[in-house]
C-alpha cells in the first residue's frame, strides 16, 4: 500500500499527527513541513511524501522537498542567513 501525503493542501498552522506543524516555506513559498534528516545533514522543508506499509515495516520518502542549507533554525522556523 501507497500512501502520499501532500503538506501543500494543507493551511499553515495545521497540526499533522506525527509529521509536526504546516508552516510556508521560506524558500518557495509553498506549504509544507520543517524536517530534520535522522542521520544529520541539511534541515528540509517537507511539501510531498509517499509512505509504502511492508511486511516488516514501513518506508518514507520525501517526493518534493526544498533544502535550507545556508539557513539557520530560528525555534521551530527558519530564516535565511542572507
Avoid: W, Y
Avoid at 535522522?38 to 511524501?49: A, I
Avoid at 518514507?60 to 526544498?66: F, G, K, N, R, Y
Amino acid at each position: 500500500m501507497v500512501v502520499i501525503q501532500d503538506f501543500t493542501k494543507l493551511d499553515e498552522g495545521v497540526d499533522v499527527p506525527l509529521e509536526g506543524l504546516v508552516a510556508r516555506c521560506p524558500r518557495c513559498g509553498r506549504n509544507g513541513i520543517e524536517r530534520t534528516p535522522p542521520m544529520g545533514g541539511n534541515v528540509l522543508f517537507l511539501h510531498v511524501q509517499t509512505s509504502r506499509l511492508f511486511g516488516d515495516g514501513m518506508l518514507t520518502e520525501p517526493q518534493d522537498c526544498c533544502s535550507m542549507a545556508g539557513a539557520t533554525r530560528l525555534g521551530r522556523g527558519i530564516a535565511n542567513d542572507h
